[in-house]
């Protein structure tokens, strides 16, 4: 007698037939394109997740790491494009509407990323999606805030006494999130005493950050200019290195230009 599979097979058989070749070979190219990126080769990732593209244009997560990796080389509003097209693939995803709203907030929309953010407080799944994603949100709502208030008068007023709030919750929901404690640490770094800034705990939140995510250019930067700014003995020697890794990269290079300029001699 043949005995009936078990559930776990039944599943395993359902999803092997469901992926297609494409699909299977989308998922072998990202992980080319990863390595292409963490090894500074831009123009042959965007080459591999462009080709791939062409191939499975519908895949969820290929348009997903094509905005992700645009947003690595700065180019955001192409990101903000590319999770839209993967929004339209799986409309309720919380994790890609968060980063969406990130992507707003780069092309200075902060009006729209403030929007969005609240209204993903009341999304079905925001209790249950990944840590990091919850930690994220409250990331961006509190950096929407940050540029806002810095529009002064009524916007200050508003937003500008829960953007550490804001913080301190990404940070509780997730401390092992780089971007959560970076954030966190900037604005104990940038603040003054009695609008929550701490300078020695700031930085140590944000030199953490640095080290979790060494692949991070945008927490390292700023690691950096803050090290250049209080000149701190070690500051020169995470520059070198920091223009070594990121000088290929043009969101680096135009978010950091100082940096570039100082260490290049020009």
Not at 37 to 50: D, F, K, N, S
Not at 170 to 194: I, N
Not at 242 to 263: E, M, T, Y
């Amino acid at each position: 007698m043949i005995k009936p599979l078990g559930s776990s097979l039944i599943l395993g058989a359902m999803l092997v037939a469901l992926t297609t070749p494409a699909q299977a070979s989308s998922e072998v190219e990202r992980e080319q394109a990863m390595a292409q990126r963490h090894a500074h080769q831009y123009e042959a990732a965007e080459a591999t997740l462009q080709g791939a593209l062409k191939r499975n244009p519908g895949d969820f997560a290929l348009l997903c790491e094509i905005a992700r990796f645009k947003d690595y080389v700065g180019d955001y509003a192409d990101a903000l494009h590319y999770y839209r097209k993967a929004l339209v693939v799986t409309p309720n995803d919380f994790a890609t509407q968060v980063m969406a709203a990130h992507e707003e907030i780069m092309l200075t929309h902060y009006d729209q990323a403030l929007k969005a953010c609240e209204g993903l407080m009341g999304h079905p799944e925001r209790q249950s999606a990944p840590r990091w994603a919850q930690s994220r949100l409250f990331v961006t709502l509190g950096s929407a805030k940050a540029m806002k208030s810095m529009e002064g008068g009524w916007s200050m007023l508003r937003y500008g006494f829960s953007i550490k709030q804001d913080f301190e919750t990404a940070y509780r929901l997730d401390p092992d999130y780089p971007r959560a404690g970076f954030g966190l640490g900037m604005l104990e770094v940038k603040a003054p005493p009695f609008a929550g800034g701490n300078m020695a705990h700031g930085m140590t939140l944000v030199t953490k950050a640095a080290r979790m995510d060494p692949d991070d250019w945008t927490i390292r930067g700023n690691y950096v200019q803050i090290l250049l700014d209080s000149k701190a003995p070690e500051a020169k020697a995470q520059q070198e290195r920091w223009v070594s890794d990121f000088g290929k990269n043009p969101g680096a290079r135009k978010q950091f230009p100082k940096l570039f300029k100082v260490a290049e001699g020009n």
